[in-house]
């Protein structure tokens, strides 16, 4: 069974452009989540979709981030401009159902800004 | 605000020797907890697990253990190997599925 599937796997933007990252969860979970994780920390949650709603995005900065998953199975993260300050590791995770604890990690996208 | 807390950023063990990795946590409305493991240029993996209603979980070289008063838990490993060199993420979740990570600590086993 595939795992989580995450693209691009590194990207190098200048600021200001635009950037996404696509994820493709473990075939049958329904609860989608992005996290981002700074050099040195531990992940930090942005949005979490059970199908295709998105019942917690609070860390989610709305001015230049958003997502979706509109057929409640793959997801688009998205920022729009890039900072310096977004040079980070974007995580994908899914899980079977909320509440079930155990999330299951995409390898995670790389993303550069200079 | 770090509501799961990994104080000690590296830890170094020998092989063959335990290694005790801890972690602390303030929110009281957490009820489950987890360790993953990282390896570099990977996502994190699932390793263990404990819910709220237990104090020890084990599962071969690997042993959660929690103390609910002091709102703390730790992982052992006994006998650490060198393949166990990573970093080791605390993370905890309340009954909304909110889970939060701690920073990590990372672990090397020297042969």
């Known amino acids: 069974e595939a795992g989580v599937v995450q693209s691009p796997r590194y990207k190098i933007i200048e600021k200001k452009q635009p950037v996404a990252f696509w994820c493709n969860p473990i075939?049958?979970?329904?609860?989608l989540y992005w996290y981002l994780q700074n050099l040195g920390q531990g992940p930090e949650l942005l949005i979490r979709y059970e199908n295709e709603e998105a019942v917690d995005d609070s860390q989610l900065p709305k001015d230049r981030f958003s997502a979706e998953r509109l057929k409640g199975v793959d997801s688009t993260l998205k920022i729009q401009p890039a900072e310096l300050g977004d040079s980070a590791v974007y995580l994908c995770?899914?899980?079977?159902?909320?509440?079930?604890?155990?999330?299951?990690f995409g390898e995670g996208s790389r993303l550069t800004v200079l | 605000d770090q509501q799961v807390k990994q104080n000690s950023p590296s830890l170094s063990v020998q092989e063959g020797r335990i290694s005790i990795l801890n972690c602390d946590y303030t929110?009281?409305?957490?009820?489950?907890f987890l360790w993953y493991k990282k390896y570099p240029a990977e996502g994190p993996t699932f390793l263990i697990s404990?819910?709220?209603?237990?104090d020890k979980n084990e599962d071969g070289r690997f042993t959660v253990f929690l103390n609910k008063s002091a709102k703390h838990l730790s992982l052992h490993i006994v006998p650490s190997q060198p393949g166990d060199s990573a970093v080791y993420f605390c993370a905890a979740s309340d009954d909304n599925n909110d889970m939060r990570f701690g920073a990590g600590t990372r672990l090397t086993v020297k042969p």
């Open positions: 075939s049958g979970h329904n609860t």
């Open positions: 929110n009281s409305m957490f009820d489950y």
């Open positions: 404990i819910s709220s209603i237990k």
């Open positions: 995770a899914s899980s079977f159902n909320s509440g079930s604890g155990e999330l299951f």
